[in-house]
């Protein structure tokens, strides 16, 4: 049996990778579920790939600072005004790593809406020239549980699964894009799961063709 999440787990040193409990109580947190749920407008985007268009497995809402936009497969995407509940989750994310010692700004989120189990985020880094070289990327989940895989680039040891509970923070500090990609596999697990991903980008990059993912 996997053994519960303590309130801080370390789960790597070099790079960070860090999970936190208990971001928002579990009340708070379930309500915010549900209002994201019914107030957000969930798009469903068709990216290009091997010449032929494809919705993603999906939906998401990219949410920031009017600056924080990007332009991906011949398309610009701008960024909605902030959510009261996102910004609320932003700052009380920067409060949480400001608590362990750890200095983050965020101008942007990724929300990514999961259905059910198989909806899903496939294999990637967030290493995105407009996140700069070496981004730090805090990752929140809502709703089901639901594991995130990880795998190192370079094959050098073995990949595992990070289990992210509701009302959970990831850190993915300095070094973790460049050194893992990352996932959201299918799996038989039913239920709800909004995750949302803070980071910084770079307004001087904000014309390059990219594209930020989970």
């Known amino acids: 049996m996997r053994p519960s999440p303590l309130p801080c787990d370390i789960l790597l ?50 949410m920031g600072d009017s600056e924080a936009h990007y332009r991906y497969s011949g398309h610009d995407f701008q960024p909605a005004l902030w959510h009261t509940d996102v910004a609320k989750i932003r700052d009380a994310t920067i409060a949480r790593l400001a608590a362990a010692g750890i200095t983050a700004t965020f101008n942007s989120a990724l929300l990514n809406r999961y259905e059910n189990g198989e909806e899903r985020m496939g294999w990637h880094s967030d290493n995105e020239t407009e996140l700069g070289p070496d981004p730090l990327i805090a990752a929140v989940s809502l709703g089901a549980e639901r594991p995130l895989r990880m795998r190192w680039r370079k094959g050098s040891r073995e990949a595992f699964n990070v289990w992210l509970p509701h009302d959970s923070l990831l850190l993915m500090g300095h070094g973790v894009q460049r050194q893992l990609h990352h996932a959201l596999l299918p799996r038989q697990i039913p239920g709800l799961r909004i995750s949302l991903t803070f980071r910084y980008v770079a307004s001087q990059a904000a014309n390059v063709d990219t594209a930020p993912t989970e």
């Open 13 to 62: 040193r070099s790079p960070l990778l860090q999970r936190f409990t208990t971001l928002l109580g579990e009340s708070t947190a379930s309500t915010i579920l549900e209002r994201l749920d019914g107030e957000l407008d969930w798009q469903q985007p068709r990216l290009r790939l091997y010449g032929r268009e494809h919705p993603i497995p999906r939906r998401q809402v990219w």
